[in-house]
């Protein structure tokens, strides 16, 4: 499955816990463009959350990318 890149990226990252402000430092996103993919992920019931850290309910893999996986 496709995901877009920015989405793709995030649940990337968060198959482990972090805080939001650490992912968008990590990914170099603007912090208020991770809030809204956020938003969206969570409207959608693919995110777990507690502590202030939020985590993947699904996995990713390289296929999701229309560019190649960021280290992690």
Do not use: C, K, N, Y
Request: charged fraction near 30%; charge should be negative; aromatic fraction near 6%.
């Amino acid at each position: 499955m496709w995901l877009p890149s920015a989405a793709a990226r995030i649940l990337w990252r968060l198959s482990a816990p972090a805080r939001p402000d650490r992912v968008a430092a990590e990914l170099d996103l603007d912090p208020a463009l991770l809030a809204d993919r956020l938003g969206r992920l969570h409207d959608r019931q693919v995110l777990f959350e507690e502590g202030g850290r939020v985590m993947s309910l699904v996995t990713i893999d390289e296929a999701a990318f229309d560019e190649p996986a960021p280290a992690h």
